[in-house]
């Protein structure tokens, strides 16, 4: 079992949709969620940290469930400009990627 | 301005001939790791390292060698490069707290590695 499992993907939909996106986790102490987001052969950008309490940006929102070892990121109105691929990074200590999510946001 | 910088971008090389991919980061990390990505098969990473003289294998560490001198530094080398190791590389660099968590990973610019 992988250590950071995500949503296959890929999604596409139109602009202006509400998708969401989830991601689980095996290592319980894990300390550190973040979403990432990654454009073709571009490096990795930190779209958001996730806190436990759960957090917004804008049109993104993101979640964490510690219990269930799972956290989701939540994007509303999306725009062309969403379409990228989404990761889902884990850590303690060290950090650990989830295989990402491919987004197509289409007029 | 913080940053890692990872060098070169772009390399192209023979069979056997050994390498080197430069990473350095200016923002006292201690959190280091590289990653290789091709295509369909996301970040899969290669070394990590805690500190200094503190290296660990990731997911896919066949083939790679690295070390932690200094802080600052992690290069990646390739004692024998193979065509399977053609890919896009990435260094990464992190602080890690108190609590054990990592802090928002800092990457490098990538490196698209041919090996012919």
């Known amino acids: 079992r992988k250590e950071v499992e995500q949503d296959p993907g890929p999604f596409n939909v139109p602009e202006g949709a509400t998708v969401a996106f989830n991601c689980t986790y095996s290592?319980?102490?894990?300390?550190?969620f973040f979403w990432y987001r990654q454009d073709c052969r571009k490096e990795p950008k930190l779209l958001m940290s996730?806190?436990?309490s759960g957090n917004e940006d804008g049109r993104f929102t993101a979640q964490l469930n510690r219990a269930s070892q799972y956290i989701s990121l939540l994007i509303r109105d999306s725009k062309l400009s969403d379409s990228a691929t989404y990761l889902c990074v884990v850590g303690y200590n060290d950090m650990r990627f989830g295989a990402g999510t491919r987004l197509t946001v289409k007029p | 301005e913080a940053q890692v910088t990872q060098n070169p971008r772009y390399l192209i090389t023979v069979t056997g001939k050994k390498l080197t991919v430069t990473c350095s980061q200016n923002m006292n990390h201690e959190y280091m790791s590289w990653y290789r990505q091709d295509p369909g098969l996301g970040l899969r990473q290669i070394y990590y390292s805690m500190n200094v003289e503190v290296t660990d294998k990731g997911d896919v560490p066949e083939g790679y060698k690295v070390s932690r001198k200094e802080k600052r530094n992690f290069p990646l080398i390739l004692e024998s490069p193979s065509p399977n190791q053609t890919s896009l590389y990435f260094c990464?660099?992190?602080?890690?707290?108190?609590?054990?968590?990592?802090?928002?990973?800092?990457f490098g610019s990538g490196t698209q590695l041919s090996v012919l």
């Open positions: 996730v806190y436990s």
């Open positions: 990464a660099s992190s602080l890690i707290g108190r609590t054990g968590g990592n802090e928002k990973l800092f």
């Open positions: 290592n319980s102490a894990s300390q550190s």
